[in-house]
């Protein structure tokens, strides 16, 4: 679970968030002017990078403030999160306040516990279905 820094709340669980796509993309000047072609790319096209990312994200649960984070896309490793209007930071060292996985131990996307294996049958499963079950 990500730790996320809201620019006005502070840090909260994830859950509270929701992304809104590739953040600093500008509207076209002239929208009129655009083919169908051109209008199609402004809509539907964004940059896919593998690494440092610059999105959009709203604290919908929270203060409905929309803000930039900058975020690596591998590892999840928020560097920096910034309002909107603001330029993009450089890719620095990650802020200290950062978001970041949870290291706990009952953690599904980290850590070290796996799950019990102890109470598993070491019996085969059955291959046909339960009486009354419908294929």
Known sequence: ????????????????????GQAHVPYPENPNDLNDREWAEYLFYRANTKGTF???????????????????????????????????PSSAAPAPESGTASLAPDS???????????????????TTAPKGATK
């Open 1 to 20: 679970m990500l730790l996320i820094s809201c620019p006005n709340c502070g840090s909260r669980d994830e859950t509270e968030f929701h992304y809104g």
């Open 54 to 88: 610059a999105e959009r994200w709203v604290h919908s649960t929270g203060c409905r403030q929309w803000f930039n984070m900058l975020r690596d896309t591998v590892t999840y490793d928020i560097q920096a999160v910034y309002p909107m209007g603001t330029p993009r």
């Open 108 to 126: 599904t996307t980290t850590g070290t516990a796996a799950p019990s294996i102890a109470a598993t049958s070491t019996t085969p499963a059955s």
